[in-house]
Each structure stands twice: as C-alpha cells, then as structure tokens.
T-cell receptor
Framework: NAGVTQTPKFQVLKTGQSMTLQCAQDMNHNSMYWYRQDPGMGLRLIYYSASEGTTDKGEVPNGYNVSRLNKREFSLRLESAAPSQTSVYFC?????????????????FGAGSRLTVL | AQSVAQPEDQVNVAEGNPLTVKCTYSVSGNPYLFWYVQYPNRGLQFLLKYITGDNLVKGSYGFEAEFNKSQTSFHLKKPSALVSDSALYFCAVRAPQTGGYNKLIFGAGTRLAVHP
C-alpha cells in the first residue's frame, strides 16, 4: 500500500520556468491538500480539494494553481517560478466528506518534493 | 488571531529520561489538536490527536499528550526517550472559520534530539 506518492522528489528551476508537481493517493480519500514547508514556519496550506471536482485556496495560494484530475490525483502547478517558491512541498490526503476540510480526521502525507528556484 | 506556538526550537534529552515538547494554541471555539512527527527526508506522520473526552491522549510509539484548556496547552510527553525518537515534531490545531472551511494550523516545529 503506497499511501501518498509525490513526484518529482527533487527539482531545480530557473526563475520564470514552469513545472507541475504530481500527487496520487491509493487510500480512496476524498480530500487532498498541498502544503509548503519552510524553516521556522511550519507547514502552510497552499490549496486543498475537499472532493473530486472542487478546489479551494489555502493560506498561501499566490503563484500556484491546482488540478484535481480525479479522486486519486491532485497536481500543483507553478506557472512562473520565483525564488520565493523555493521550499519543500508536501501533498496530503484525508478521509473527509463533501465539505471536506482538515478537521478531526488525520492527514496522510507524501514524502515531499524539494524545489529550488534559482 | 488563531495560532499555534511551539516555544522551543530544539529540545535535548538523554536516552531513558522523560521528554516534553511544548505546544500552546490560540483558537476560538473548541480545538481539535494534533501531533505529527517528521523523520529526515520523510513526510509527516500522525502521532495522536485530541478531539474530546479524556484530557490525556495516548498515541503511537509510547507518546502521550495532555490537553489543558485553562492553559491552552497540548504538550507532548514520553516517559522514557529513545535515540530513535530524534525527529522534528509539529503541533497542529483545527481552527473553525466562517463558511465551513476549517483550517489546520501547524506550529513551526520542535527538533527533538535524544542523546545516548
């Protein structure tokens, strides 16, 4: 049982380049999330998807777009990368309902994607 | 403002000694509180949560946490630390927001170093 799988694990971009981080979960979870982790700042929510077909902004959505391709997959796109987007990105999923939010249910995280923007 | 504070960047403890990792929160309404652990180059893993009921919550790997409403704290504890407990620990709280969107707020993390 793989859980949450993220690709790529590492990526180096130049300012202005675009890229997509892929995430897939095999736990039949309704809700999926993208977080970024920066030193001394904990994890901050970028976007989330309560259920297939819906997406909503989190704390720090600027510069990012997301797509909930199907129930399993939730991708994060950087259209024009900036050095401020250098970070470690985590995808997570949880069992939530149609109003799915990170509530009482536990999040399962992927291993992370380390992105460096030069 | 809704927030989570982990006042210690790092906690050092000798193997076999008890450990405490501190967490305080500020949120309106009844909090849901969580602890997650992150080992090097890994994603976060769930340790335990407090939703309601007994203030002492037991979780994975022998960890427990005590919810103290009057002090708005949720400190993580373990009676006897292991070197393998060395990791980054995150406290998180659910903060109810208007419109039904509940945001999970994470603390900045505390690095636990257990020395042999």
């Amino acid at each position: 049982n793989a859980g949450v799988t993220q690709t790529p694990k590492f990526q180096v971009l130049k300012t202005g380049q675009s890229m997509t981080l892929q995430c897939a979960q095999d736990m039949n979870h309704n809700s999926m999330y993208w977080y970024r982790q920066d030193p001394g700042m904990g994890l901050r929510l970028i976007y989330y998807s309560a259920s297939e077909g819906t997406t909503d902004k989190g704390e720090v959505p600027n510069g990012y777009n997301v797509s909930r391709l199907n129930k399993r997959e939730f991708s994060l796109r950087l259209e024009s990368a900036a050095p401020s987007q250098t970070s470690v990105y985590f995808c997570a999923s949880s069992e939530e309902g149609d109003r799915g939010v990170p509530g009482a249910n536990v999040l399962t995280f992927g291993a992370g994607s380390r992105l460096t923007v030069l | 403002a809704q927030s989570v504070a982990q006042p210690e960047d790092q906690v050092n403890v000798a193997e076999g000694n008890p450990l405490t990792v501190k967490c305080t929160y500020s949120v309106s309404g009844n909090p849901y509180l969580f602890w997650y652990v992150q080992y090097p180059n890994r994603g976060l893993q769930f340790l335990l949560k407090y939703i309601t009921g007994d203030n002492l919550v037991k979780g994975s790997y022998g960890f427990e946490a005590e919810f103290n409403k009057s002090q708005t704290s949720f400190h993580l504890k373990k009676p006897s630390a292991l070197v393998s407990d060395s990791a980054l620990y995150f406290c998180a709280v659910r903060a109810p927001q208007t419109g039904g969107y509940n945001k999970l707020i994470f603390g900045a993390g505390t690095r636990l170093a257990v020395h042999p």
